[in-house]
Each structure stands twice: as structure tokens, then as C-alpha cells.
């Protein structure tokens, strides 16, 4: 939803140079490619905790590993996420960076407000 929302931002109200739009799109299918991966080994990871509640019963040492895994590849994922929306700030002119810092602060805040 986040996601989805900074880049109707980038698309629809900043008005981005060419090469802006050039620079946005080879980042955002870069950062496709990552963020299948990750959600591709979180699902790996799941299908493992699976595998270890129904071994287990129980919060054994199984399910404690797969949990770390889990926590770990969600790690990863966020801090892809992270690189990839400063990145996508990188190429922003100086007007539009502060538009673009509130829109990332009111995603980040919009529960907790």
C-alpha cells in the first residue's frame, strides 16, 4: 500500500524530468526483482516454521530457528525497501524532495497518529 502510494507520488504529482523518469524506472524494476526474491525466500521460510510447528508441537528449538530465519529474510526485505525508496529520493530535485519526505513520514505514521 505504502509503496503503491510514493509512487502514484512520483508518477502522478511531481513532475519528473526525463531522466528522472528514466532513472525511476530502471530502480523500480530493479528493485522488483529484489523484493520477489526476498518474498520468494519468506515464503521458504514459512513453509520451514510450518514444518517445524507441526515436528514440534510447540516452541522448540525448530520453531525458534525458523522464526529467526523468518525475522531475518523480513529484515532484508525492509532494508531493501529502504534502499530503494532513498534512491528513488536520490534522483529527486530539492523542491520535490520535501514533498516526497512527507508522503514517506505519513506512510511510515499514518496507524500511529
Known amino acids: 500500500h505504502t509503496g503503491a502510494e510514493l509512487h502514484a507520488l512520483l508518477h502522478d504529482r511531481l513532475t519528473l524530468d526525463a531522466q528522472?523518469?528514466?532513472k525511476l524506472d530502471a530502480f523500480e524494476k530493479a528493485f522488483a526483482v529484489?523484493?520477489?526474491a526476498l518474498e520468494l525466500e519468506l515464503r521458504a521460510d514459512n513453509a520451514q516454521l510450518a514444518?517445524?510447528?507441526?515436528?514440534?508441537?510447540g516452541f522448540g528449538p525448530r520453531v525458534a530457528a525458523a522464526v529467526d530465519a523468518c525475522?531475518?529474510?523480513m529484515g532484508e526485505l525492509q532494508k531493501a525497501t529502504l534502499e530503494h525508496v532513498f534512491a528513488m529520493?536520490?534522483?529527486l530535485k530539492p523542491d520535490q524532495t520535501a514533498v516526497?519526505?512527507?508522503a514517506v513520514v505519513k506512510a511510515l505514521t499514518a496507524d500511529a497518529r
Open 20 to 22: 528522472q523518469a528514466a
Open 89 to 91: 529520493r536520490s534522483l
Open 51 to 57: 514444518d517445524a510447528i507441526e515436528a514440534e508441537h
Open 71 to 73: 525475522h531475518m529474510t
Open 34 to 36: 529484489r523484493r520477489k
Open 100 to 102: 516526497f519526505d512527507q
